[in-house]
């Protein structure tokens, strides 16, 4: 078992995948033993996590996941431990595994309970291993059957877990999770994120659902133990994190000159003049960032007729569309594009070797089929693309709704991958590159402090500097969305996160 470090990529599957791997490795061990060592490996941690607790609370669902539950407070009792569980199964209808560590449990003398020890304090712990993989019904977006709502002793029990000052352990995955999408199914979303302590062992596999949409801000922090059954992981589903160099300059000969690691233009800022909204600024912090971030050398086209002003970074050169040498560069293509961008999408889309598009630039390929076919026709071209949308944009160019989009953050961003024929970014809690006939990566990194206005800028210059400097499609975006949450994660605490100063920290 061990914490899951974000430094490293670590192997994601969904939970049919996992649901393989558990036959595989249930056919070639005695009856029961998958449960024994999920049950052990809960009760290790229990007891790593809180090793001064008065009490265990083990909330047990129905189905195996309770019999996790079930197994891991035998262990604890057997240790020493004032346990209670309670548990909402019933030894005739429990599955068989569950009903054998029903059994174990009650011939050990471990106490049940109908509810929560009313005591529970902030040094104690609770189990959640009411609701596992079970749960889970993958779907595309807008798919999936219909869940019905948590019952009366489900809702209380959830209730107990969410509003205990106790640390929480939740068995697999928080109940209500579900570990493919990170969505709560119906009903289970909690009214607001716990203030107790949080942690997740995930068994036998990690899968994407802790990783995105609610699942960071569920799970806590994760830990993994594949009980004993790695060896035997089917293919993986996705990646989480990525290990793609930080920045590609260290590995550069000496004899570098500024055309070797590219050039970048940055084309958007629509001007004040054009619809009374001056959108210049993130032009800049696109270009700031690609700066930043290795390129060698920056350009910025404002979309800002007759506009005289001068760069605020000496570094940054500015140049008129129509001076653009499009097949030279890597461009960026509708930060603060406006409805400017438009007219250069043609030039931009036909032309530029390496495109990056986001904001505005994604908003007009949605609305215009002609844009999005030439958009479709670079991959044949041999031209790379990366388009960096978050849920709205790419509810946009899916023609569907962000609700769906987020239902499933990793199907949408491969759907997006596929019918545009280039790499996607969606951007979000736990952000998802997708490549066509590439493993899609979930990163790790980034937190709240992302959410201010010229972050996503930021990203797209950022992105823009590393496809320069030669990366593919695949490994710019993915780890330049690592880097851009790294940054965020190292932040100094008393510091306000703005997107200037974050282009300038990046690496
Ligand atoms: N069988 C085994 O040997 C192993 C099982 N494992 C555990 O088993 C879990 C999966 O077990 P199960 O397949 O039994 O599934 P779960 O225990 O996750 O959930 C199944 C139960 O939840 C109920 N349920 C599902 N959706 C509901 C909803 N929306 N509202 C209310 N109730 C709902 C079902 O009626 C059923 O009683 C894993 O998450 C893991 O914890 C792991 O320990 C690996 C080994
Ligand atoms: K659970």
Same mark, same amino acid.
């Given at each position: ?26 056919? *070639? ?7 024994? +060592? ?7 941690? $229990?007891?790593? /996590? ?15 996941? *309770? ?24 030894p005739d209808a429990a599955p068989a595994d569950a009903r054998a560590a029903w059994q174990r449990a009650s011939e050990a003398g471990v106490v049940f309970a109908p509810g929560p020890p009313t005591d529970l304090g902030p040094g104690d712990l609770c189990i959640d291993a009411l609701l596992g993989i079970g749960l889970? =019904? ?8 219909? !869940?019905? =709502?948590?019952?009366?002793? /489900? ?33 289970? $979303? ?29 799970? *806590? ?66 270009? +700031? ?7 060698? !050398? ?13 760069p605020p970074w000496p570094e940054l050169m500015l140049r008129r569309v129509d001076a653009l040498d499009w097949p030279q560069l890597t461009a960026v293509c509708g930060c603060g594009g406006g409805e400017a961008v438009r007219a250069v999408l043609p030039a931009a889309l036909a032309r530029a070797p390496r495109l990056? /598009? ?14 999005? !076919?030439?958009?479709?026709?670079? $991959? ?15 509810? +946009? ?39 066509? *006939? ?20 930021? /990203? ?16 710019? =975006?993915?780890? $330049? ?27």
């Amino acid at each position: 078992m061990h914490a899951i470090s974000l430094e490293r990529k670590h192997a994601l599957h969904s939970v049919a995948a996992t649901r393989t791997l558990e036959a595989a490795a249930a056919a *070639g061990l005695p009856a029961h033993t998958l449960m024994r +060592r999920a049950g052990a490996a809960t009760a290790r941690l $229990a007891l790593a /996590l809180a090793p001064h607790a008065r009490h265990v609370w083990i909330a047990c669902g129905r189905g195996n996941n *309770g019999g996790d539950g079930l197994e891991a407070a035998l262990c604890l009792h057997l240790a020493g431990r004032a346990v209670s569980v309670t548990w909402l199964g019933e030894p005739d209808a429990a599955p068989a595994d569950a009903r054998a560590a029903w059994q174990r449990a009650s011939e050990a003398g471990v106490v049940f309970a109908p509810g929560p020890p009313t005591d529970l304090g902030p040094g104690d712990l609770c189990i959640d291993a009411l609701l596992g993989i079970g749960l889970s =019904a993958s779907a595309l977006p807008g798919g999936g059957p219909p !869940r019905h =709502a948590p019952s009366g002793a /489900l809702q209380e029990l959830l209730q107990a877990l969410r509003t205990s000052q106790a640390m929480v352990l939740a068995v697999d995955v928080p109940s209500g999770l579900d570990a493919d999408t990170g969505q709560y199914a119906d009903g289970f $979303a909690p009214d607001s994120i716990p203030m107790a302590p949080r942690h997740t062992l995930s068994l036998l596999t990690l899968k994407p659902g802790l990783f995105t949409a609610q699942g960071r801000d569920a799970c *806590g922090s994760v830990w993994l133990d594949d009980l004993g059954c790695g060896a035997l992981a089917p293919r993986a589903t996705a990646q989480l994190g990525t290990e793609h160099p930080v920045n590609a300059r260290p590995q550069a000969p000496h004899a570098s000159h500024k055309g070797s690691f590219g050039d970048v233009a940055v084309v958007g800022g629509e001007g004040l003049a054009a619809r009374g909204m001056g959108m210049t600024g993130a032009a800049w912090l696109a270009a +700031r960032a690609a700066l930043h971030g290795g390129a060698g !050398r920056v350009m910025v086209a404002l979309l800002d007729e007759g506009a005289t002003t001068a760069p605020p970074w000496p570094e940054l050169m500015l140049r008129r569309v129509d001076a653009l040498d499009w097949p030279q560069l890597t461009a960026v293509c509708g930060c603060g594009g406006g409805e400017a961008v438009r007219a250069v999408l043609p030039a931009a889309l036909a032309r530029a070797p390496r495109l990056v /598009l986001d904001a505005d630039g994604l908003n007009a390929v949605a609305g215009d089929g002609a844009l999005a !076919r030439a958009l479709r026709a670079r $991959a044949d071209a041999g031209l790379a693309s990366i388009l960096t949308p978050h849920p709205l944009e790419a509810a +946009r160019l899916l023609q569907c709704t962000t609700a769906q989009v987020q239902a499933n953050r990793l199907a949408a961003a491969q759907a997006l991958a596929g019918r545009y024929a280039c790499t996607v970014v969606l951007k979000g809690s736990g952000s998802v590159t997708a490549s066509p *006939g590439e493993l899609p990566v979930i990163n790790a990194r980034g937190n709240a402090r992302l959410a201010t206005a010229g972050t996503g800028d930021v /990203l797209a210059g950022l992105i823009g500097a590393r496809l320069a400097q030669g990366l593919t499609p695949h490994q710019a =975006a993915s780890s $330049a969305v690592q880097a851009h949450g790294a940054a965020a994660d190292h932040w100094p605490a008393h510091q306000a996160l703005t997107a200037s100063a974050l282009a300038a920290a990046l690496q």
